[in-house]
């Protein structure tokens, strides 16, 4: 495979709007995850480790952070000379000029972009999902079947399937039928999003897509059956590794657990698949005479002086003494102060959980900020940049959000600001 | 921020060894706080005081030094215009023909192609975070030659020490080398600035009286000639110059004052990304009052121990009052205490190692026990 035969695309511009509050300011790939990372990390890594060195991302909601975080591409070793990371928004052009309408769409307007590095073929990837995949494998299985197009597949159990993009294919593994959440599944391999096309056969796809008015431009809905109904080559390609879509706030909360409880399925430590992340630059983390950390995942910055236990803290969180961090994900700059006792909470960067605030599936009620349509399996979200007031008590799934109208006495946040 | 200046770093001390820590590297690449090399903290704070030219003079074993630098990029020195330019002893074609002030000659080039008026020059022995508008503004002020800057740090300065007797006006009168009897408490830190035109002079002078090493005391010691000005630093300054005070100034990290004042406070300190995992610590884990880094397994019990990156420690052991660096595997039912582990050292089941806390037990790189 020569360096330029292959472009990716990595869709990054969607809302990811089931994750409330920790998509409010920032897209859904800049979510941090895992200690260390943001969830585009794993797209991004798998990309080099791949030997792709010429990645689109395609931005769209909310793209500051996303645009920032991803930069010139240095920490993924994808600042090249005729190569690199390239951050793609939607712009204006003469005659018609649009957002990106759909994820077929999306690429649709980038063709330029592919069309001048010339490929033979395209990677297609979603920002939002936690797993380590060589795309080189897959691409290897594309050029051997002569495919025209490679969806990778994933065996989900039977009563999940109708969850996913449902994929029907023969003995051979070809693909005769996309179904898209069906109600009585044929097969069990679910589409994870990932796509190589024959980068001829796409753009003459995505052009006619674009004609149809009544197309959703969506990979899923309309590109694979217009494919199948053209009676083009279509493989599936199976892939069993770890692989978890972070979509939802209670999928985000347990594939962090994971880390935890099952380290060698992600195995973040197999030092030949690295996944590379933007430094924080911040001095090793130090846990303190009265500090205990026990089943938890920690990095740079942290200063532990309470109780930590099975929880996931990302950069610079401070944990005071006499407060207790159990089940949760706390994002960078987080500070737990003296006294409180949090359970099963994401909290989002820099916000201070003031003093003995008591929050978590131990507290019962509903307040205004109970939320069952977001949050669920009693886990409760943090926006960021809050001050929750001292002796605050919050319930199970409550999504703590600053736009909310809730009367002076029932408000829990004392304070905001600008993170 | 102050960008009239470029830097230059000796990475090297020929009067200081730090044992099995200094036989594999230059002092200035001895790993140090979790996740630094020593060099990490004199070039964020030239990086932090707007410099954007540093030169970084080595003479030999710089492996280890040149892997960790690389292209300067961590420091932002990766440059078109200036940069990190290291300056290994000075060999043209002619290599038989040495004269011995190579060294020199090397420093001479890179002084000649700046344009900056002043010149930072530090010894690469003192760990601390500052910036040097202050020094430069007060090197400016009192119109001297050669500004020093020094620090009160109490009487145990170890050797070497340079102690400065300074006048009523602040310029240094005397300057005297591991006193037995010290005549002030104010010792050297190595670090001086003056002016780059005032530096070019000064070389070429003492090339032509035949010195061949560059040295900053040699340097501050020409009060006689020169107005030499004593700037004193009140901040944290943790000097490196034996494995006793590297392994207390590791243990120093552990005072939340030193930690506040060396990471928080200032400006941020670089160093060279490894992109490790999160440190993950297990249910049988057991941390008190410890400085851990990224990347590392933790099953056992650590207290009062600065922990590199990327170790693991397994169920059943103790790690106390130690410092273990980078891929150091510790395996069960072991006992360190007062340990100095060097990176990827080994240390097989069972094993019981204590030192004492003021002679501490080093294990060289690589070893296994």
Not at chain 1, 74 to 93: M, S, V
Not at chain 2, 21 to 28: D, Q
Not at chain 2, 54 to 59: D, Q, R
Not at chain 2, 191 to 204: A, F, G, Y
Request: aromatic letters at 8%; proline letters at 4%.
């Amino acid at each position: 495979m020569s360096r330029t035969d292959v472009v990716a695309m990595i869709l990054a511009g969607g809302q990811g709007a089931r994750l409330g509050v920790l998509t409010k300011r920032i897209a859904k790939p800049a979510v941090p995850f895992g200690s260390r990372y943001r969830i585009i990390d794993f797209p991004l890594s798998n990309c080099v480790n791949s030997g792709i060195e010429i990645v689109g991302v395609l931005s769209q909601y909310q793209p500051l952070a996303l645009n920032t975080y991803v930069g010139n591409g240095h920490p993924w070793d994808l600042d090249r000379n005729n190569a690199g990371a390239y951050i793609l928004p939607p712009y204006q052009r003469s005659g018609k000029s649009d957002w990106y309408k759909g994820t077929a769409n999306a690429i649709y307007q980038n063709k330029d972009f592919i069309d001048d590095n010339n490929p033979k073929y395209v990677v297609i990837l979603s920002g939002d999902h936690i797993y380590k995949m060589d795309y080189a494998a897959m691409l290897k299985q594309h050029i051997a079947k002569g495919a025209d197009a490679t969806v990778a597949v994933y065996e989900v159990p039977w009563e999940e399937a109708p969850r996913f993009g449902i994929l029907n294919t023969e003995g051979d593994d070809s693909i005769y039928e996309f179904e898209e959440k069906p109600a009585k599944p044929k097969s069990n391999l679910a589409s994870m999003g990932v796509y190589i096309f024959t980068w001829d056969v796409l753009r003459t796809a995505l052009i006619k897509d674009e004609a149809d008015p009544n197309s959703n431009n969506d990979f899923g809905k309309n590109i694979i059956p217009m494919l199948l109904s053209e009676g083009k080559k279509l493989f599936a390609y199976r892939f069993s590794g770890y692989w978890k879509d972070v979509g939802t706030i209670s999928s985000l909360w347990e594939t962090n657990m994971d880390i935890l409880d099952k380290p060698e399925e992600i195995n973040l430590v197999d030092r030949s698949w690295k996944i590379f992340s933007r430094n924080p630059v911040k001095p090793s983390h130090f846990i303190g005479k009265d500090g205990s950390v026990k089943n938890s995942a920690l990095t740079d910055g942290c200063r532990i002086h309470g109780v930590v236990d099975h929880s996931v803290l990302s950069e610079s969180v401070i944990v005071e003494k006499g407060a207790v961090v159990k089940d949760c994900v706390l994002l960078p700059g987080v500070i737990v102060k003296e006294g409180a006792h949090i359970e099963r909470c994401i909290v989002d960067f820099g916000t201070v959980i003031g003093k003995n605030v008591k929050a978590g599936p131990n507290v019962e009620g509903e307040t205004a900020y109970t939320n069952h349509k977001i949050c669920s399996q009693g886990i409760s979200v943090f926006e960021r940049g809050l001050i929750i007031k001292d002796d605050a008590v919050i319930p199970a799934n409550s999504m703590i959000d600053s736009d909310i109208d809730v009367p002076e006495e029932e408000s829990v946040i004392a304070d905001t600001f600008r993170v | 921020m102050f960008n009239n200046a470029m830097g230059l770093i000796l990475a090297d001390n020929k009067k200081i060894t730090l044992g099995e820590l200094s036989g594999p590297r230059a002092l200035s690449a001895v790993p140090f706080a979790g996740r630094y090399r020593v060099i990490d903290f004199m070039l964020s704070n030239m990086v932090n005081s707007g410099i954007k030219n540093v030169g970084v003079l080595t003479y030999n074993k710089y492996k280890s030094l040149m892997d960790h630098l690389g292209t300067g990029a961590a420091w932002s020195l990766d440059r078109k215009n200036d940069g990190l330019h290291i300056l290994p002893p000075y060999v043209n074609s002619e290599a038989t023909n040495l004269n011995g002030d190579e060294e020199l000659w090397g420093i001479l080039d890179f002084l000649r192609t700046s344009r900056t008026t002043f010149v930072i020059v530090a010894n690469s022995n003192v760990v601390l975070n500052t910036t040097f508008d202050a020094m430069i503004e007060a090197h400016e002020k009192s119109g001297a030659d050669l500004t020093v800057m020094y620090n009160r740090d109490a009487t145990k300065f170890g050797s070497p020490s340079y102690i400065l007797d300074v006048d009523d006006d602040g310029f240094v009168k005397d300057m005297l080398y591991n006193p037995q009897k010290a005549a002030s408490n104010k010792s050297s830190l190595g670090i001086i600035c003056l002016r780059r035109d005032m530096l070019v002079d000064i070389i070429s002078k003492q090339m032509s009286h035949g010195i061949t090493h560059f040295g900053i005391h040699s340097m501050v010691k020409m009060f006689d000639e020169l107005k030499v000005y004593a700037y004193e630093y009140a901040g944290v300054a943790l000097r490196i110059n034996s494995v006793q005070t590297y392994f207390n100034a590791s243990m120093s990290l552990l005072n939340e004052s030193v930690r506040d004042d060396l990471f928080w406070s200032g400006e941020p300190i670089y160093t060279k990304v490894k992109d490790e995992a999160p440190t993950l610590y297990f249910e049988t884990s057991d941390v008190k009052n410890s400085i851990v880094s990224d990347g590392c397994r933790i099953y056992g019990n650590i207290e009062d121990s600065i922990i590199f990156r990327s170790v693991t420690v397994s169920k059943n052991t103790t790690i106390k009052n130690c410092v273990v660096m980078q891929d150091a595997h510790i395996s069960e039912n072991c006992h360190l205490e007062n340990v100095i582990l060097d990176k990827n050292a080994f240390v097989r089941p069972g094993v019981r190692l204590v030192g004492h806390h003021d002679y501490p037990v080093v294990i060289g790189k690589g070893a296994g026990i």
